[in-house]
């Protein structure tokens, strides 16, 4: 059974800076694509960004150029550097980490979010 364990999260300004950190810990598999999402109040979860294995990245439009996936590969922990945030970041940020199995359907291991705040 894995565990994402998602922290850093907290308030801030307009225009400042914070950094989530996800670790997965307990797989017995391969640890496929990790991502970023999020939830606002009354909106629906969203997409902020992923990441495979292999480095290859990808951003919902509204944070490219301010928000920087990343991961370790060795710890099963994933990053998300958060810039110039705005005060649309704020929601619920959840990590996702696909499982891959030999033979068998991948599995999802959702973490238990972390809150942003950013304030105007």
């Known amino acids: 059974q894995v565990q994402p364990v998602e922290s850093g999260g907290g308030l801030v300004q307009a225009g400042g800076s914070l950094r989530l950190s996800c670790a997965a810990s307990?797989?017995?598999?391969?640890?496929?694509?990790m991502g970023w999402y999020r939830q606002a109040p009354g909106k629906q979860r969203e997409l902020v960004a992923d990441i495979t294995t292999g480095g290859r990245t990808n951003y919902v439009d509204s944070v490219k150029g301010r928000f920087t996936i990343s991961r370790d590969n060795a710890k099963n922990t994933l990053y998300l550097q958060m810039d110039s945030l705005k005060p649309e970041d704020t929601g619920v940020y959840y990590c996702k980490v696909v499982v891959v199995r030999p033979a068998r359907p991948s599995l999802n291991y959702w973490g238990q979010g972390t809150q942003v705040t950013v304030s105007s």
């Open positions: 307990g797989s017995r598999f391969s640890i496929n694509t």
